[in-house]
């Protein structure tokens, strides 16, 4: 099973409809971040939560929220979906203490689709 | 303000050339990570590399390579002998602060393309 889990993998939606992608996270890290990709632009930072009672924007969070519920759950949503918002959301974890300091580990990516 | 830059959008090599991608970063901290991803068609994130900004050895692991130069704040990869399966899009990042702050600085990416 993967370390960071996302669903769903793949989403169909219309503007103005609500969405929310959900990630999960077994490797016990504190920290958990959004990421967008979109074609040629490579990975632009939508929010970040140092643990559950931090929550921090990145460079393009208009448009979005998040919510971290618990330590291995941080959820991204849409309140009223437009198509630019058309892209490839990636939620990563990393854990600022130990050998891998720094490291982001990915979940495999929701494709997200607004028509 | 930290900035990653990868110039070259797309390349193209025949399968065996030996190919190198290049990054370029900004940084104002003194003490930071450097990264190289990869994301094959299939879309996922693979890790290939850290370095640190104290450890300026280059790195060799099989047919990768990795030449960091802070005199010139190139962080570049180098695929030696490239195969088919290399073919995916390669990205460059920075994490500021000791990684302290966790979030990576990514460049826009380099698509390696690998024909037979």
């Known amino acids: 099973d993967a370390d960071v889990t996302q669903t769903p993998r793949n989403r169909i939606t219309k503007t103005g409809k609500r969405i929310m992608l959900e990630c999960s996270q077994t490797k016990g890290h504190d920290r958990m971040y959004w990421y967008r990709q979109d074609p040629g632009l490579g990975l632009q930072l939508i929010y970040y939560?140092?643990?559950?009672?931090?929550?921090n924007k990145g460079e393009i969070s208009d448009g979005y929220s998040v919510s971290r519920q618990a330590q291995a759950k941080f959820s991204l949503s849409l309140e009223s979906a437009i198509p630019n918002q058309t892209a490839l959301y990636f939620c990563?974890?990393?854990?600022?203490?130990?050998?891998?300091?720094?490291?982001?580990?990915f979940g495999e990516g929701s494709r997200l689709t607004v028509l | 303000a930290q900035k990653v830059t990868q110039a070259q959008t797309e390349i193209s090599v025949v399968e065996k050339e030996d190919v190198t991608l290049d990054c370029v970063y900004e940084t104002r901290d003194t003490t930071y990570y450097l990264f190289w991803y990869k994301q094959p068609p299939s879309g996922e994130l693979v890790f290939l590399i850290r370095r640190n900004s104290f450890d300026e050895q280059n790195e060799i692991s099989g047919r990768y390579s990795w030449n960091f130069q802070k005199s010139t704040s190139s962080f570049n990869f180098t695929i030696t002998a490239s195969q088919v399966v290399d073919s995916a899009v390669y990205f460059c990042a920075l994490s500021e602060y000791g990684g302290s702050q966790g979030n990576l600085i990514f460049g826009k990416g380099t698509k390696l393309s690998v024909k037979p």
């Open positions: 939560s140092f643990d559950v009672k931090d929550i």
């Open positions: 990563a974890t990393s854990d600022h203490r130990g050998p891998n300091t720094g490291e982001l580990f």
